[in-house]
């Protein structure tokens, strides 16, 4: 048995339609799927470009509060031309300019829910130690 990767991220969200627009629009996200499941459910899911792993916008797990996600890390290889790309389609990061780490550099946004995200550009030094 082996574990091979994530495929799919829960994120807890109040109106589909708005979360989607958001993932789609403002972050460029794929959507790969929308459709009715269940009683009443609706399956949302969104991938990042060039992606195995994707997320799924969801609105049925009572234990999973709107807005609750916190701390999941999007890659990207240049923070800097991202950042801006992302600020003209009207993503508003919580820093001012963008942090450096031994990891990386990185800047944090939320959704319209308030689940938070981290920017990252990994420092390929520190990727692979371990």
Avoid at 21 to 41: I, N, P, Q, R
């Amino acid at each position: 048995m082996a574990v091979c990767g994530i495929e799919v991220i829960s994120v807890p969200v109040t109106d589909q339609d708005q979360a989607k627009k958001f993932y789609a629009e403002s972050l460029g996200f794929t959507v790969d799927m929308d459709s009715e499941f269940g009683d009443g459910m609706r399956w949302v899911m969104l991938r990042p470009p060039s992606s195995g792993s994707a997320i799924t916008l969801v609105t049925w797990f009572d234990t999973m509060t709107p807005g609750s996600q916190r701390g999941t890390v999007l890659g990207c290889d240049d923070i800097d031309r991202t950042v801006q790309e992302l600020s003209e389609r009207g993503v508003r990061f919580h820093e001012d300019e963008v942090q450096d780490a031994p990891w990386g550099r990185w800047m944090t946004f939320a959704d319209p829910d308030g689940n938070a995200w981290v920017l990252q550009q990994t420092n390929t030094e520190f990727a692979g130690q371990g």
